[in-house]
């Protein structure tokens, strides 16, 4: 008896169970920190995000010391306002800075990368997709990913099978939010939600702010990792020229022995 009791004692040591999780996600293009006429809204922004409650955001279209941005570091500045540990890979250089894609979290990040998505047409082969492990507690973990798509659709398609080829495989749970530039239906999100659960079911419009006529901003999780998605919303605001893109959901528990 005592020598079973120390067999499955060391079992449960081996795969320690990571409890089912309840993470609060939001994805926003913050349009480099402007509305749509262009007056700066860096601090809004970050004050609404703190609101919020969001614990992970993903987002898209931010400068870093650009100068139409007032040279602001704008993921530094949101990181202050929010309370918030952030990080910043870089679509490209632009106007003595960078433009790229951040992210915030509540919880610790690790391990970022700056995985370079193909672009078709345009004056830049790629973009980025920031990529990071974000550590929700001792024995916790999820891959959180966010993107900005291309303009033309044949970019979009090709940057969807990129997101699988990164992201498809991974055995921790995995968040995939972004400005897809791609409404529903379409190919490229058709061929997203094979491997992803879109936390939307209704299509929510997200662009233009403040009155939305389409919806291209989404948060999709990695099927296998979902319990439930208790609420997805899109709040109204005219602090962008998208509107944020808002979700509750709770992850299934899964043991550290799956974890990469």
């Known amino acids: 008896m005592l020598r079973l009791q120390l067999i499955l004692s060391i079992l449960f040591c081996c795969t320690q169970v990571v409890m089912a999780q309840k993470i609060t996600v939001m994805s926003y293009n913050i349009h480099h920190g402007a509305d749509k006429d262009e007056q700066?809204?860096?601090?809004?922004?970050?004050?609404?995000?703190?609101?919020?409650g969001a614990d992970i955001v993903g987002l898209q279209e931010v400068d870093s010391v650009c100068k139409r941005s007032g040279r602001v570091d704008q993921m530094k500045k949101l990181s202050?306002?929010?309370g918030m540990h952030?990080?910043?890979v870089r679509h490209f250089e632009y106007q003595g800075g960078a433009y790229g894609m951040g992210i915030l979290s509540r919880y610790p990040i690790e391990h970022v990368h700056n995985k370079r998505m193909t672009l078709l047409k345009g004056k830049s082969p790629s973009t980025a997709m920031i990529v990071a492990d974000i550590v929700c507690g001792s024995s916790k973990k999820v891959v959180f990913a966010s993107a900005h798509f291309?303009?033309?659709?044949?970019?979009?398609?090709l940057q969807a099978h990129e997101v699988i080829s990164y992201l498809g495989e991974e055995k921790y749970p995995v968040i995939f939010t972004g400005d897809l530039n791609a409404e529903p239906g379409t190919p490229?999100?058709?061929?997203?939600?094979?491997?992803f659960t879109e936390t939307d079911a209704k299509n929510i419009f997200t662009f233009p702010a403040p009155v939305a006529t389409k919806k291209i901003d989404y948060i999709f999780i990695r099927k296998p990792h979902l319990k439930k998605i208790k609420q997805h919303t899109v709040p109204v605001n005219a602090l962008s020229d998208h509107l944020p893109v808002m979700a509750e959901i709770k992850l299934k528990?899964?043991?550290?022995?799956?974890g990469r």
């Open 40 to 52: 700066d809204r860096v601090k809004e922004i970050g004050a609404f995000i703190k609101s919020s």
């Open 80 to 82: 202050e306002i929010t």
């Open 86 to 88: 952030y990080a910043f």
């Open 150 to 157: 291309a303009l033309d659709d044949s970019s979009r398609l």
């Open 188 to 195: 490229e999100i058709r061929y997203l939600k094979k491997y």
């Open 253 to 258: 528990e899964m043991s550290m022995e799956h």
